[in-house]
């Protein structure tokens, strides 16, 4: 859970939004889904072995779990 709050703490710095990123949501709930996502992406930037389509199919895991 502390992760997750960090997720959103890095909401608050994170500007950029990735547009082809959860195109199937809702569009109220996307550019959230979209903002959120960048920021998890940043926080994993680090780590090589974690390709954007785990990180995807992680984040969407959170964000289905705690939004929809």
Same mark, same amino acid.
């Given at each position: 859970? *502390? ?6 703490? $890095? ?5 950029? @939004? @990735?547009?082809?990123? /959860?195109? *199937? ?5 996307? @550019? ?6 960048? $920021?998890?992406?940043? @926080?994993?930037? /680090? ?22």
């Amino acid at each position: 859970m *502390n992760c997750f709050l960090f997720h959103f703490h $890095a909401l608050l710095r994170i500007s950029k @939004v @990735v547009p082809t990123i /959860g195109q *199937n949501y809702h569009p109220k709930t996307q @550019v959230l889904f979209e903002i959120t996502f960048t $920021a998890t992406k940043e @926080v994993y930037k /680090g780590r090589k072995h974690l390709t954007d389509s785990r990180l995807t199919m992680y984040h969407r895991y959170v964000f289905n779990t705690f939004f929809l």
